[in-house]
């Protein structure tokens, strides 16, 4: 951030817009709630036309820089009223009551003027308006709703506005007279118009091109942007000013290269009173914006009149918002559905109906089949937006995600912070890095694109961007992958530091890294890119080169993050030093030493511990303020103005503090999360100073209505949504798929806290402080148990519930210790406990293991709990005795997350069975016969009995038989000989008797 009195003509450097929100919006909430304890409203019925419940006021004092005019969601055209092009108010003031004119093009709630192209004004003096010059408003007449402003002036001309996506759409009701005067003033927008040009082409269609450009004095390089108007009726008489701002009447073109010029149309209004323009535009050419007036404001080759393109855009927001059906009071409802619009509005649509559109080479190229988007503050909507778009507005998402390919593709490199077709380089960090990654968690990548994307991705973050191109990219990537921090140089002393944001605002931008590093790394373990996962989340521990632990700061807490120079020295200054001598970027190291949601784990530890943390960010919020006074904002917070460049309390209203409050949810504490959410979402209210500053092209928006919502995604790539008690006490969100988000929360209070007594996500019992956004973004249900005291309550304290850091992952040591008994029989089946498993840590994982035998497939084993340790059990049988080689292998058998890599890696350990032959019972003599005496005369042959013997082998052989053993005992064995003797015996006495008896 950068003050305004902070000259770019003093002192050239780059500026980015103020982020500075004034004590206005705090002293509006307190007034608004007396001080005293906020009153809950009840339910309101349900409203049909929720274009009526869109508030575009809001926002637009107290430097929120909010316009208040027509556009449609994405609008190419932003039609409405300009009086002021300050740092502290970009375009317009509520509270001015005068205006210029109604221009075209307008950034929603950024910190600085820009655009403001084709300024027209009404007049009815004789001599009409050829410079900017300020009209008054009749008081009480302005009025807007989305998709429509009206207000009438001082001169007594009404003015209705309104837009298609491409096409502006005026009405102006002139009191009867003839000098009633359009001026349309090419020479001067909000920020520094150069060349322009304007032609009457016949008797009522006015074109030409405006030259514009300058954000933050972050680039200066212009663009063209061009016009085709075309009025319902002929005009009296037209003419011309240029340079001189001396209107020629009759003279019908004008083109300069700079300064004033204009065109003026005069019409008789004595009868027929109103005059309606339809003005398209286009960033490719005069022909793209002819062609698209044509297109969006024509029938049948006939002019829309005002009131029909007014419905349309009435039913276009109805049809967007529609998709949010929410129970809430009748102010909650108002608040809700404005933020909701205010979501809606960025980035913008650059490209023709035909598909034309001017790339970020500045030449022109063709989406066929889909819309180009830009202008894209990543800095802030990496954070929120891309989620808010990528959920709730998947296909529109994934339009805007091939916008930023083409913007790498046709620009050399992704851009930083892009305005039309123009880079301007502002802000630090590596913003784009998160932003994609953010998308290819949520599947908005397109599949044809998907590959050279991520590389392209990985290019971004691991390269500094080759010469030629005009995105500055991490210049410093070298550096920084050396040594794991961005080295700090002075913004005051010239060099790099004046040079780059990136260097002067080296602390911050060495946060940004290493978040931006874990969102790839996030985003890379959810794709199976287990690798360069591993890389990245390592890479998101790059903050803690920062920690100075010698520091002491207020509250007796000891140890915070400062900007290290490139001698690796820290930069330590005293803790309210302002930021632009600190290293830091729109924020002081109190508030920057919170922005390591990927390393709760690690931010614990160098703070002391858990109970150090929760001490330090208790103090930071001021948790007693907020426990005195629930809802309202504590003193200590961030006021704002630029008093956050020297403030050590919790500021609200910019980016890298966004997700602290869910910061509780890391360390076993939820409910105090909603004591501070309480507070700033009580920063919203339906007034022109709602909100808490410039609301960066929706994103402060998003992370409104996500937390009203109970959801907010605080580490982008990881996938995970953080919960919180909504603000709404029921929600309906229909996907662009037609599927259904249901979301409950009876009882949710408005204004004051609520708590999670329990959650269920799906039907099914939810106990952690966070749910993968994989349960949300195909539809699904989340209900929410709410309790109005956080007495009682545990849901989500247990540890294992706390919201996990992506870049400390939870790890497991496994122990693998071979069975004792490794020893089998040949021939026989047994089960084997082959490998006990314990764990060096606290807790046993549970484990799946494998076996596999001399080199044999691998085989499930059985694993069972057994005093502490898994025992590990496979079943076999082995044919033949020897030693016989084995592998068992243990894998994590734990649900991880998507974005956590495994709690190990697979391990192995070999194993060496034994396997033995079966045992052979000894030989046992077989009984002695006693002799036979057969009679004399008998004839009968004796045969001898010989006795068994035993073979070298071991293996019993029966030498009578000549038959091996067959495993049988040898007692059996003998008995079979016997009676197989005997049964030769009793042949040969029968053969005897046989031959005897002749």
Request: charged fraction near 15%; charge should be neutral; include cysteine.
């Amino acid at each position: 951030m950068s003050s305004p009195h902070d000259s770019p003509a003093v002192r050239p450097r780059i500026l980015r817009r103020p982020r500075r929100t004034r004590l206005a919006p705090a002293m509006a909430v307190a007034a608004a709630l007396a001080i005293g304890t906020p009153v809950e409203a009840s339910a309101a019925p349900t409203v049909t036309d929720l274009s009526n419940e869109v508030n575009p006021f809001v926002g637009t004092e107290s430097e929120g820089n909010a316009y208040p005019g027509a556009t449609l969601p994405f609008g190419m055209v932003q039609l409405s009223p300009d009086n002021t092009n300050s740092y502290d108010s970009t375009s317009y003031s509520n509270n001015a009551g005068r205006v210029w004119g109604f221009s075209h093009r307008h950034v929603n709630s950024a910190g600085c003027p820009a655009a403001g192209e084709l300024l027209v004004s009404p007049s009815t003096t004789a001599t009409p308006t050829t410079s900017r010059r300020f009209t008054s408003i009749q008081s009480g007449s302005e009025s807007a709703t989305a998709g429509y402003y009206g207000v009438t002036l001082d001169n007594a001309v009404k003015v209705d506005l309104s837009a298609t996506t491409r096409v502006g759409a005026h009405r102006y009701t002139f009191p009867a007279g003839k000098t009633s005067n359009l001026s349309f003033n090419t020479g001067q927008t909000l920020r520094t118009a150069g060349a322009s040009s304007v032609s009457w082409v016949d008797g009522t269609t006015l074109e030409g091109w405006i030259d514009n450009g300058g954000f933050c004095s972050g680039n200066e390089k212009k663009s063209r942007y061009y016009f085709s108007a075309t009025f319902d009726r002929a005009p009296l008489s037209t003419g011309t000013w240029g340079n001189n701002a001396q209107f020629v009447v009759g003279r019908n073109s004008s083109e300069v290269t700079d300064g004033n010029n204009g065109f003026v149309a005069t019409f008789d209004t004595t009868t027929d009173r109103d005059v309606e323009v339809s003005v398209g535009v286009s960033y490719v050419s005069v022909e793209g914006a002819r062609g698209n007036r044509i297109a969006e404001a024509t029938a049948d080759g006939t002019r829309l009149p005002f009131d029909q393109i007014r419905a349309k855009a009435r039913d276009a927001w109805n049809a967007e918002l529609g998709r949010f059906d929410i129970t809430a009071s009748a102010e909650q409802r108002k608040i809700f559905y404005t933020q909701l619009y205010k979501t809606l509005l960025s980035p913008t649509i650059g490209s023709d109906v035909d598909g034309r559109y001017t790339g970020m080479d500045a030449k022109t190229h063709t989406a066929n089949g889909w819309n180009y988007y830009q202008t894209f503050s990543l800095w802030d909507t990496y954070r929120t937006q891309s989620t808010f778009h990528a959920l709730f507005a998947k296909n529109r998402a994934a339009d805007i995600v091939r916008s930023m390919y083409q913007a790498r593709v046709e620009g050399g490199w992704f851009p930083r912070w892009s305005l039309g077709s123009v880079e301007t380089n502002i802000m630090a960090g590596d913003p784009v890095s998160p932003w994609i990654a953010e998308n290819f968690t949520l599947g908005t990548v397109p599949a044809d694109i998907a590959g050279r994307m991520w590389d392209y991705l990985v290019e971004n973050a691991t390269t500094a961007p080759p010469a030629g191109v005009a995105s500055v990219g991490r210049q410093s990537a070298a550096f920084y992958l050396a040594n794991g921090h961005i080295p700090y140089y002075p913004e005051w002393g010239g060099g790099l530091g004046g040079q780059y944001e990136e260097y002067r605002h080296g602390g911050s931008a060495t946060m940004e890294f290493a978040a931006a590093d874990a969102s790839i790394g996030a985003a890379a373990q959810r794709l199976g890119k287990t690798g360069q996962a591993a890389e990245f989340l390592a890479r998101g521990t790059n903050w803690t080169k920062l920690w100075n632990p010698e520091v002491t700061l207020s509250g007796g807490f000891k140890g915070i993050v400062n900007a290290v120079n490139p001698e690796g020295q820290f930069v330590s200054v005293p803790e309210r030093t302002d930021v632009t001598r600190s290293g830091f970027h729109e924020g002081t190291p109190w508030h920057y030493q919170w922005m390591a949601t990927q390393d709760v784990v690690g931010l614990q530890q160098k703070m002391g511990g858990r109970e150090e943390f929760v001490k330090r960010l208790d103090y930071y919020f001021n948790q007693p303020a907020l426990q005195s006074a629930p809802g309202v904002s504590p003193s200590s917070w961030a006021a704002g103005g630029s008093t956050y460049y020297t403030s050590i309390g919790y500021n609200p209203g910019n980016e890298p503090m966004m997700m602290n409050p869910w910061l509780y949810g890391s360390v076993g504490e939820p409910a105090k999360t909603n004591d501070v959410l309480a507070a700033n979402l009580n920063r919203f209210p339906n007034t022109p100073g709602g909100g808490v500053g410039n609301d960066d092209l929706g994103t402060l928006a998003a992370w409104y209505v996500m937390a009203s919502l109970g959801i907010q995604p605080v580490m982008p790539g990881s996938g995970i949504m953080a919960l919180n008690a909504p603000k709404v006490q029921a929600a309906t969100i229909t996907l662009e798929s037609g599927e259904k988000l249901l979301i409950t929360a009876a009882g949710a209070k408005e204004k004051l806290p609520s708590y999670i007594a329990g959650v269920t996500v799906n039907d099914k019992v939810h106990t952690a402080a966070w749910v993968d956004v994989d349960e949300l973004r195909n539809g699904g249900r989340l209900d929410f148990a709410l309790s109005g005291t956080k007495a009682g309550l545990d849901w989500a304290t247990a540890q294992k519930d706390w919201i996990p850091s992506v870049s400390a992952p939870r790890k497991a040591t496994p122990v693998i210790v071979p069975g004792a008994d490794l020893t089998v029989i040949a021939g026989r089946e047994k089960t084997i406990e082959v490998a006990r498993v314990t764990f060096a840590g606290p807790a046993a994982e549970p484990i799946t293991a494998t076996v596999s035998w001399a080199g044999g497939d691998p085989v499930a084993a059985t694993v069972t709990e057994k005093n502490g340790a898994w025992v590990i059990s496979s079943t076999s049988t082995f044919a033949a005795a020897g030693t016989v080689s084995g592998v068992v292998t243990i894998a994590s058998a734990t649900n991880t997350p998507r974005f956590s890599p495994a709690l190990f890696e697979p391990n192995s350990a070999n194993l060496t069975l034994e396997v033995t032959a079966a045992p052979v019972d000894p030989p046992v003599d077989p009984p002695v016969n006693p002799p036979v005496n057969p009679p004399v005369d008998s004839g009968v042959t004796v045969l001898p009995v010989v006795p068994p013997t035993t073979g070298s082998t071991g293996t019993t052989v029966k030498a009578a038989s000549g038959l091996a053993d067959t495993g049988m005992a040898p007692t059996v064995f003998s008995l079979m000989f016997a009676a197989l003797a005997a049964i030769a015996l009793g042949s040969a006495l029968v053969i005897r008797r046989k031959r005897a008896n002749g």
